[in-house]
């Protein structure tokens, strides 16, 4: 009978033991907390203070060998600096290091390639879109001509039955064409005008993150875990020391 009340009432003696060992949860986290912060700055390589970082929008260039961290990695040519893409349109450039003129000049020879490899495609893109435009209007002007020559053979009446029906064939083609090229030379021609060119958005140099809070914060969590876990240690050695005395 005696057990079965102990037993029942077990919960209470670990929180009454734990209300008279309260201050192990304030020395023990406050203690595993600071052992992590300093681990943490630590941990942090001093080659590694700064970091530099360029973002750049691509804009509507979607060339793979401009685009893949792995092809830019190539073209800028530059073990320092790192290439990655955060998200769908962007392309960062990043380095690290002690010095901070040292990874941000890094930075800025890897954009001194970069961006002129994006400007020059753009502008390849903007130059073959314009000359197929050109080509279109010239041949809106064709077609136009054509139509206008057909309509007048027509009206000359000293013309076949035959014939006439041959240049309105002629016309509704002419036409069918025109029409073709105009709807081509309007969609190229709003290409050009929503065309989104490459640009340097930000370019920063700041210090690296320690994780000390980070750190600290995880350390007084596992601190608080180790306390619980101590005391309750301690309470089954004091019981099973106080159950052995009365035997």
Do not use: C
């Amino acid at each position: 009978m005696e057990n079965s009340t102990k037993e029942k009432y077990v919960l209470y003696q670990y929180l009454r033991f734990f209300w008279q060992k309260k201050l192990y949860f304030i020395f023990v986290p406050v203690l595993v907390a600071a052992v992590a912060a300093v681990t943490a700055y630590a941990l942090m390589s001093a080659e590694e203070k700064y970091e530099a970082k360029a973002l750049v929008y691509v804009g509507d260039l979607r060339e793979d060998s401009l685009t893949s961290p792995a092809n830019i990695q190539k073209l800028i040519n530059n073990e320092e600096v790192q290439v990655r893409v955060p998200r769908n349109g962007q392309v960062e450039l990043s380095a690290l290091g002690d010095n901070k003129t040292h990874v941000e000049n890094q930075v800025g020879k890897a954009l001194n390639v970069y961006l002129p490899a994006l400007e020059e495609e753009a502008q390849e893109i903007i130059n073959v879109t314009q000359a197929q435009v050109n080509v279109m209007d010239e041949s809106e002007k064709v077609y136009e001509n054509s139509i206008k020559l057909y309509q007048e053979r027509i009206s000359s009446n000293d013309l076949l039955e035959s014939e006439v029906s041959d240049l309105r064939l002629l016309i509704a083609d002419a036409q069918s064409r025109l029409s073709n090229a105009q709807e081509v030379s309007h969609r190229m021609s709003s290409d050009l005008v929503l065309f989104d060119e490459p640009e340097l958005l930000n370019q920063t140099v700041e210090e690296t993150d320690s994780f000390v809070l980070e750190g600290a914060a995880i350390g007084f969590i596992i601190g608080i875990i180790l306390t619980i876990l101590l005391l309750m240690l301690m309470l089954y050695i004091n019981n099973a020391r106080r159950s052995l005395n009365n035997d």
